[in-house]
């Protein structure tokens, strides 16, 4: 009989190996067989949990995509003023994990994946929407609200794109740094332009 939790944890081991199996041979290299010996299992696990390779990748994405969620919740507590909760957002994708090798090169390869997965594709679209969507609400009661969707559309963009350069710039993190300074300068100027009200 299986213990309580063993699932849970197995789960995680094999979302691990697969990281550490993108990191080292990016998503072309990594096969069913790579992730089990990095997890030190069978390659049966993998069926018995997944179904397979690209359903576990899709679990691998779905938790960054949730580290993403969690680590801005764990930020944003009490009532933090607007402003903050902006600079709250840009801190959550620029974590110690985001900009981690291993999340960092499961991104990339997430991101060309889901040009030819509609699975992938739909998760693209969920993590594109949230950012949107909570850089909306912290800017509605700042800004003018004909330049809210706008605004929150292109420092979403800025914070996708400063983010790809620092990964594709392999520096030792001072590209990460810069990219997270350059982000919230966006924002502070966003609100200079369009006239924010606090």
Avoid at 13 to 21: G, V, Y
Avoid at 171 to 193: P, R, V
């Amino acid at each position: 009989m299986p213990k309580v939790g063993m699932e849970e944890v197995r789960r995680q081991q094999l979302i691990d190996a697969t990281l550490e199996s993108v990191e080292k041979f990016g998503l072309q290299g990594t096969t069913i067989s790579t992730i089990s010996r990095l997890a030190g299992v069978s390659s049966g696990i993998i069926s018995h949990y997944f179904g397979g390779k690209q359903a576990l990748l899709e679990a691998t994405v779905r938790f960054l995509l949730e580290q993403l969620k969690q680590d801005l919740l764990a930020q944003i507590h009490g009532q933090p003023s607007p402003v903050d909760r902006l600079m709250m957002i840009v801190e959550a994708n620029f974590t110690r994990l985001q900009r981690s090798e291993r999340a960092a090169k499961t991104w990339l390869a997430f991101w060309a994946q889901s040009m030819h997965s509609e699975d992938l594709m739909r998760l693209q679209r969920i993590n594109a929407a949230r950012l949107e969507a909570n850089l909306r609400y912290s800017f509605r009661s700042l800004i003018d609200a004909s330049q809210v969707r706008n605004v929150a559309a292109m420092t979403a963009a800025m914070i996708d794109g400063y983010w790809l350069r620092a990964a594709l710039s392999g520096s030792d993190g001072q590209a990460f740094d810069l990219a997270l300074h350059n982000c919230k300068a966006f924002i502070h100027l966003m609100l200079e332009k369009h006239q924010a009200r606090n």
